[in-house]
């Protein structure tokens, strides 16, 4: 890379696309339930909108990873999904009634998400399979999440909740602009070995069953964060919080997850990835219940320092599974898989549940999510089993 300028620039760009993609979830994911609130929408309508819109990524997101598997035409997909995002945020301050905002957030889900595994697919190419640039790339995501969420809560604080809309929009056209600079390393063509005939890329995950237990695993562990990222802002407020405070302990979370994605391939090549996936579930069960317990800003902060499991401990270590293992025809079908369980089925049910439960017993959410992140671990000791002697 050293040697090659295009290579050079093309990795700069990605460090910089995903810190945009991440800093605009740094603004929706802790505010967009404050929008929705101030449009007059209850919690109970929230908690249904932010459940129910994760499921259309279950259909669009392996059907872009298909294509791009197939067809290597990443660049055009990523487009034509950034453009269809900026006009569904567009649309969002002119929809009157709870219905067309629930039918806006639905498309948007159905559109937005699909560029995360086209993404993942590039960075984990970039490291040759062994994951140490992916982790630093990563990383840079996890800091734009931190300082878009650190400015969003200070504009909305200062300048009204309408930034919620104002901010992704502005980085979706600056993701626009990088987007030509992007590696092309997506493509099929740069991998070693040929598609299995007859075998499209998703069934090759599939059939893997020590691949697609640790993705399950792996998936209830992220999916975990269900409760936290629709009704914790909520909850959070009406325990007398300010967003300027609710901003600054996310970024506490953010910060830890950070600094771990750096020593992420250390770590990994001590425990190796199924074993980092169990570790973070557990850890991640620990902050939970412990965020159950208690409204102090001091508790809280101290326990989102776990985050460093609960998201870098835990995405370093299935995306380096998969770099590892994944056939090299179906590595962004498989990051797609996880996409669709982490953040569409799993996270789904535990928003469902979580919910039920906030509207009778607030912190009850919280146990919920520990339960989903301990879910993990009977199938790692399946996965640990159904693995061949010596194998990681």
């Known amino acids: 890379m050293r040697g090659n300028p295009d290579a050079r620039q093309g990795a700069i760009a990605l460090h910089g696309f995903y810190f945009l993609y991440y800093g605009l979830q740094g603004v929706s994911i802790p505010f967009l339930p404050l929008w929705f609130a101030e449009r007059g929408l209850d919690s109970a309508f929230i908690g249904l909108i932010v459940a129910t819109a994760l499921l259309p990524k279950i259909l669009s997101t392996p059907a872009v990873a298909h294509v791009a598997d197939q067809t290597g035409r990443a660049h055009a997909l990523i487009a034509a999904a950034l453009i269809g995002s900026l006009l569904l945020y567009a649309c969002y301050p002119l929809a009157a009634t709870p219905a067309w905002l629930f039918a806006v957030t639905l498309l948007l889900n159905a559109v937005f998400p699909s560029v995360l595994p086209l993404l993942d697919r590039m960075a984990i190419a970039s490291g040759r399979g062994q994951g140490n640039s992916y982790t630093i790339i990563r990383a840079c995501g996890s800091l734009g999440f931190a300082l878009m969420t650190v400015s ?19 980085m979706i056209v600056a993701c626009l ?54 009704y914790s802002t909520l909850h959070w407020t009406a325990q007398g919080l300010s967003t300027a405070l609710i901003s600054l302990l996310w970024v506490v979370g953010v910060v830890s997850e950070v600094l ?28 939970w219940t412990g965020l159950a317990l208690t409204a102090d800003p001091a508790a809280i902060a101290a326990l989102q320092l776990l985050q460093c499991f609960t998201l870098a401990g835990n995405n370093a270590a299935i995306m380096w599974h998969i770099a590892a293992r994944a056939p090299a025809t179906a590595k962004t079908s498989a990051i797609a898989l996880y996409a669709l369980l982490s953040g569409g089925v799993f996270m789904f049910a535990s928003i469902q549940l979580g919910g039920a439960l906030y509207r009778h017993y607030a912190p009850g959410g919280f146990l919920v999510m520990a339960l989903c992140a301990l879910g993990a671990v009977p199938l790692l000791r399946r996965a640990r089993a159904s693995r061949p002697a010596g194998a990681d």
């Open 152 to 170: 969003g809560g200070y504009l909305i604080k200062t300048h009204g909740v309408n930034w919620v809309m104002w901010l992704p929009m502005l």
């Open 177 to 230: 602009a990088m987007l030509r600079l992007l590696p092309r390393a997506a493509r099929p063509a740069l991998d070693a070995a040929p598609a299995t005939p007859g075998v499209t890329p998703m069934r090759a995950v599939l059939r893997d069953r020590p691949l697609l237990l640790c993705i399950a695993a792996a998936s209830l562990v992220q999916a975990s964060n269900g409760f936290l990222y629709s």
């Open 260 to 287: 771990f994605f750096f020593a992420a391939p250390k770590a990994l090549a001590r425990v190796g990835a199924p074993r980092l996936i169990l570790i973070s579930a557990v850890m991640t069960a620990i902050r």
